[in-house]
């Protein structure tokens, strides 16, 4: 049946509920236009909060950096849920959410470890502090492949760069701790620039920490991984950022031995 509009005759009770639904679907209309922008803007605040954490390891200000690396690896997360949760995944917001990374999960760690490396003894030597950014390189790689991998949809292969970047923004906040003789080591440093951009783009398997229900047997290694990380964290603070880190690789290795046995 075709409604005339224009139809002066058309009674109150039939013209109402029409407007009323008109209304409504615009309504829903506005709703998807502004769905779609929301996972692209928290990509944006990520890419934001990575640009300040780079002026903040320009002034050595290193709990500020990781204060707010911390804030964009947030708004990482919930920028690819948001995308999957209102059905608005589109190839712009893949290279947006690669370049936002880049940023905060790329340049970052790699100018925190240029500015460790300038510090230690062994400054002098011009070119040497800028092997940090080998840290960068490996991350740009890792992210690079990581759009193209479609192994990595449940899981990853190879450590996830906002894991990486949150191990190698704690270090220098962990200068003062027992392991502070190895951390202001030139040469340990470097050890782990090289590891950093190894261990990001190796063949190695680590177990999704995504739990899609409360069945603790199916996932027992997460939930114990999880209130570890709890534990570590209340009790030791920073110091527990990179031992996480560790152990997070370090089980995802044993789980996979186990695993063919």
């Not at 928290?42 to 780079?54: D, W």
């Not at 990853?156 to 701790?177: K, Q, R, Y």
């Not at 950093?196 to 995504?210: R, T």
């Amino acid at each position: 049946m075709i409604v005339d509009f224009q139809n002066k005759n058309l009674s109150k009770k039939t013209y109402l509920p029409i407007t009323y639904c008109t209304k409504f679907v615009d309504y829903k209309i506005k709703m998807m236009d502004i769905k779609k922008h929301i996972p692209n803007f928290l990509t944006l605040l990520n890419l934001l909060c990575g640009c300040i954490a780079i002026v903040m390891v320009a002034d050595l200000k290193f709990d500020m950096a990781f204060y707010f690396v911390s804030l964009g690896i947030f708004f990482d997360f919930f920028d690819g849920y948001f995308a999957r949760k209102f059905n608005v995944s589109g190839p712009l917001g893949v290279q947006l959410d690669s370049l936002a990374d880049m940023v905060t999960s790329g340049v970052v760690p790699g100018f925190v470890m240029v500015c460790m490396l300038s510090l230690g003894e062994y400054s002098s030597y011009n070119f040497l502090p800028y092997l940090g950014f080998i840290i960068t390189l490996g991350a740009c790689y890792r992210l690079a492949n990581f759009n193209i991998d479609t192994r990595q949809s449940d899981s990853f292969i190879g450590l996830p760069t906002p894991a990486n970047t949150l191990f190698i923004v704690s270090l220098p906040l962990v200068s003062n701790t027992i392991i502070a003789p190895y951390i202001h080591n030139v040469w340990v440093l470097l050890t782990i620039t090289a590891l950093s951009a190894f261990v990001m783009n190796a063949e190695i398997p680590l177990f999704s920490l995504k739990i899609k229900d409360f069945s603790f047997q199916k996932y027992k290694l997460q939930l114990g991984f999880l209130l570890a990380s709890v534990v570590m964290i209340i009790t030791l603070q920073f110091l527990a950022v990179p031992l996480i880190i560790l152990t997070y690789v370090l089980l995802s290795v044993l789980n996979t031995i186990l695993a063919k046995k």
